[in-house]
């Protein structure tokens, strides 16, 4: 399929956009997608246009949007260039349960993250504990299903990029105690060149 240049929200923290950026370079996209490096909280009309949510990563082709990060890597993905990052038939639903835990991961990191940049006096301390919580017992969870520090595919991925995104916010928290695998996952990971480019700052 022949598309146009593909016009990609992100910035140099998100890892949800980080994540797309990835895929977009292990898939030998770079020449077709413009990054365009946005501030979501100011609701730029750019991004706002393309997703209404104003949230990063957001993707348009050809006067389409897409937004999530997941469903955009799945699209890409499907364009079919190598590698594949989903495999075909009943193994792609491991690697979709791996992803949505990775997800997961994010998710909470990403909560911790927008409560403490609220004023100290309006912060919650149930919250925090309740997400750090969440995620020792979701890193735990991933210890379980991690895959070879080897494999990659988009389950892969998103847990190697979620272990290197609460080092970035929360370096003090030690996942690592009860997840020595993905400790080695995200080590390998982090060597490719994709990763190397697109490290959080
Ligand atoms: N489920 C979405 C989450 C995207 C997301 O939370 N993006 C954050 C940046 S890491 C964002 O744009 N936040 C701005 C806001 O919510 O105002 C995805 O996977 O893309």
Redesign the pocket.
Known sequence: MKLSIMKLFI?S?????R?VRIVVREKGLMDQVEEVFVV??ESPSDLVRANP?????ALIVDGTCW????L?AHWLDALGAEPRLLPEGEAVWPVRRLEVLG?GL??MT?KMVLENRRPESERSPFWLKRWEDNLLRGFAVAETACPAAEVFDLGSLTLGLAATYADFRYPQIDWRRVAPRVAALQAQLEKRQSFIDTYPK
């Open positions: 910035n923290g998100s890892p949800f956009a994540k979501p909280v949510l104003s949230q990063i990563p937004t999530d990060s997941s955009i997800a994010l998710e990403v």
